[in-house]
């Protein structure tokens, strides 16, 4: 008699493939979610990062607009800390105002344009040009950044913290071509003259500029004036001027110069810039004499700035004179009369801010009132 042989019904098979699926579907479940969890911490550290780079780039940039602001490395070191107090409270990380350290989180020093540094040098307080700033968010300072999936992990916390470093160029021992017109006057005054009346405080404060309106007026706003003219040049005449963009500066080039500064043109007579040497000096022909039809020129720029360079001596007369400059000075015009009596040309200390500058090292004389534009460097 045949046996009978019965096979193992399909629906027993079908039940062990929807198991083997459903374990394999859980597996991978806690697969994805762990994914995401490590996803949502990621991006949450991400977001950390990006806003505390953010914030130590505003307060580092706010910061270094101090040095142009005062003028003096000393002041702008002392407001460096509280300005960028106020920006981190302004940028929050994260919905909270990061605190930062000073002389820890914020460090003021020397930045060296073209080169590729990573930190400041903080050899010459006189030739600081820069600002660093540390924004944080670790265990001391702060508090870490808070994970959320990590904890499972026995992770809670993720430090987190940026760098940024801001600067402009203030210890200017020249200037370059950019393609527009250099701010500066081709009139030079001595050294003496302006340590004299100036820093010596031998000058006079009897004309006021209002920076609201731009008006010029006879009174006082605490700023010593220089009489730029007469003074005497250690040569025959009184004044100064000096041939940039040629050899002879004829009369209507002078005064193209005055008002509108020195063209492409006459840099490129120069090589593209005018700069002292290695000795700190910068040689140029001129004319101790003056020419009283710049008036008018003069007059058209009152309030204005314009970068003036100063010369230590000066050798041969008239028009073989030859002007040897060793710094650059910002002035402001406020009053010019060569007619008449009460002759004169009067200027104050001002700044100016101009890109195509050329920054000297950390023993270069000191320029005074002249800044790039503050940037981030790092």
């Known amino acids: 008699m045949r046996r009978l042989r019965f096979n193992k019904p399909l629906s027993v098979r079908g039940n062990a493939r929807r198991g083997a699926v459903a374990v394999l579907a859980a597996i991978m479940m806690m697969v994805v979610l762990a994914m995401v969890a490590f996803a949502v911490d990621l991006g949450y550290i991400a977001m950390a990062k990006t806003e505390t780079q953010r914030t130590a780039d505003a307060a580092a940039h706010a910061a270094v607009i101090e040095f142009a602001r005062s003028g003096d490395a000393e002041e702008a070191s002392r407001s460096a800390y509280s300005v960028t107090k106020e920006f981190s409270s302004a940028n929050p990380v994260l919905g909270h105002a990061a605190a930062v350290a000073a002389n820890t989180d914020v460090r003021v020093g020397r930045y060296e344009f073209g080169s590729d540094q990573d930190d400041l040098y903080?050899?010459?307080p006189d030739s600081y040009n820069a600002v660093k700033v540390r924004i944080r968010r670790t265990h001391e300072q702060n508090g870490a950044v808070p994970l959320f999936f990590a904890r499972v992990m026995g992770?809670?916390?993720?430090?987190v913290e940026s760098e940024a470093i801001a600067a402009l160029i203030r210890n200017v021992?020249?200037?370059k071509s950019t393609g527009e017109n250099v701010p500066m006057l081709p009139l030079v005054l001595s050294e003496k003259e302006w340590n004299k009346q100036i820093k010596q405080g031998g000058g006079k404060d009897e004309w006021a500029y209002d920076p609201a309106t731009g008006?010029?007026?006879?009174g006082s706003d605490n700023i010593k004036e220089v009489v730029l003219f007469p003074n005497k040049t250690?040569?025959?005449g009184n004044l100064g001027t000096v041939n940039i963009g040629t050899s002879n500066n004829g009369t209507s080039h002078l005064r193209d110069q005055i008002q509108n500064g020195l063209s492409p043109a006459d840099m490129g007579y120069h090589g593209g810039q005018l700069a002292l040497d290695g000795d700190g000096e910068l040689e140029l022909s001129g004319d101790p004499g003056l020419s009283s039809s710049i008036q008018s020129d003069l007059q058209a720029i009152a309030g204005q700035t314009r970068i003036m360079p100063l010369y230590r001596s000066v050798t041969g007369t008239g028009s073989n004179a030859t002007f040897k400059i060793v710094n650059f000075v910002a002035v402001r015009i406020m009053s010019a009369n060569l007619n008449g009596g009460g002759k004169g040309i009067i200027v104050q200390p001002g700044k100016v801010?101009?890109?195509?500058?050329?920054q000297g090292g950390s023993s270069s004389t000191?320029?005074?009132g002249i800044f790039s534009s503050p940037?981030?460097?790092d």
Do not use: P, W
């Open 353 to 358: 801010k101009f890109n195509g500058l050329i």
């Open 375 to 377: 940037r981030i460097v």
């Open 234 to 236: 250690g040569s025959s």
């Open 155 to 159: 992770h809670k916390e993720q430090a």
């Open 122 to 124: 903080y050899d010459n």
């Open 215 to 218: 008006q010029i007026s006879k």
């Open 366 to 368: 000191k320029s005074e």
């Open 173 to 175: 021992t020249g200037v």
